[in-house]
């Protein structure tokens, strides 16, 4: 984590937002999408429905005609109305700021949950999404787990809990640019000499 501290001490999410309901919106459409398709759906879809009393509202067809061009649209539609309407109905309209109540929303899974607890709380929360699976275990944060639950706890367990929050993103940010899945720019990467993939796969020896 030395060298992202130095190298790059602001680590943020690049999914566009203003407060709180607005990332929990954009991470679930984030499933399965690219932050770009999704940072081109979330202002007109935020400006219809500004709030989450707007969008508990809103017929889901509706919804669904603002982020059609995403992936899995319907699903998500669903998602968006039933999560919009449970914040109102059991939280007030406020997006709660731990893991096991944001768990309990529509369309909200332990990694979507971990996004918002850390990013928005500021909570020591590790967010496991492809890219932070395949870069820790790459490099040798992780070993040998089998899903994201396991790599979370060893995360927790090897990073300093004042920067788990911009860990997660250190690890996307580092995956979804240098570290590809299905070609590593590793001639790029500052980090070889001290990860395992490189040393055992690229310079053995």
Sequence with gaps: MEYFQIHQPVAE???KHT???ELIVAVILSAQCTDKRVNM???ALMERF???EAMAEADQQEIYQYIKSCSYPNNKAKHLSGMSQKLVREFNGIVPDDVTNLQKLPGV???TANVIASVIYDKPAMAVDTHVFRVSERI????NARNPL???KQLIENI???LISRAHHWLILHGRYICTARKPKCDQCPLTNLCLYYQKQVNPG
């Design 109 to 111: 899974g332990r990694k």
């Design 41 to 43: 759906l979330t202002p």
């Design 160 to 162: 300093p809990e004042e």
């Design 140 to 143: 040798g944060l992780t070993r």
């Design 13 to 15: 999410t690049e999914l």
């Design 50 to 52: 500004p709030t989450p």
């Design 150 to 152: 396991q790599a979370e």
């Design 19 to 21: 407060n709180p309901f």
